[in-house]
């Protein structure tokens, strides 16, 4: 159940939903049930497979930039739009980052960056994040 928990928060904390897995992660490291290869494997899969509905729904989201309820400006897109051509691909590596690290791998998709590419890059970003959040537990 906890390792669902986990992976739960780690999904969820990659979409656009507040959530803290770093918080959940650093619970269970501190119960010792688990190793934590195994907990930093678990976050990192759930975080990395929230980025890649971001990704799917970048590329659906266009369909429906003119709704009444769309939630972004379409000034606000081309701004952000701009920023990921600007940067390219290397900003997917602050796709861990809160706030903008969300945004960037929907842009991602609406910009028909490469899959594999995309996954590469989320998955350096994601691992790294949870091995230092691991690291910085381990040196206290």
């Known amino acids: 159940m906890s390792l669902l928990l986990?992976?739960?928060?780690?999904?969820?904390?990659?979409t656009l939903l507040p959530l803290q897995s770093?918080?959940?992660l650093l619970g269970l490291l501190m119960?010792?049930?688990y190793s934590a290869a195994l907990l930093i494997a678990v976050a990192s899969l759930g975080?990395?497979?929230?980025?890649?509905?971001?990704?799917?729904l970048g590329l659906k989201i266009e369909h429906y930039k003119n709704k009444k309820w769309f939630p972004v400006s379409e000034d606000k897109m081309l701004k952000a739009q701009e920023t990921y051509q600007k940067y390219g691909y290397w900003s997917l590596l602050l796709s861990w980052v809160p706030i903008i690290g969300d945004p960037v791998t929907l842009i991602a998709g609406l910009l028909k960056e490469n899959f594999a590419r995309f996954l590469l890059m989320v998955s350096v970003a994601k691992i790294g994040r949870y091995l230092f959040v691991y690291?910085?537990?381990?040196?206290?």
């Open 47 to 56: 975080n990395i497979l929230g980025s890649c509905v971001n990704w799917y």
């Open 31 to 33: 119960k010792g049930n």
């Open 135 to 140: 690291a910085a537990f381990a040196m206290f």
């Open 6 to 14: 986990l992976f739960l928060s780690a999904f969820g904390a990659a």
């Open 22 to 24: 770093e918080a959940v």
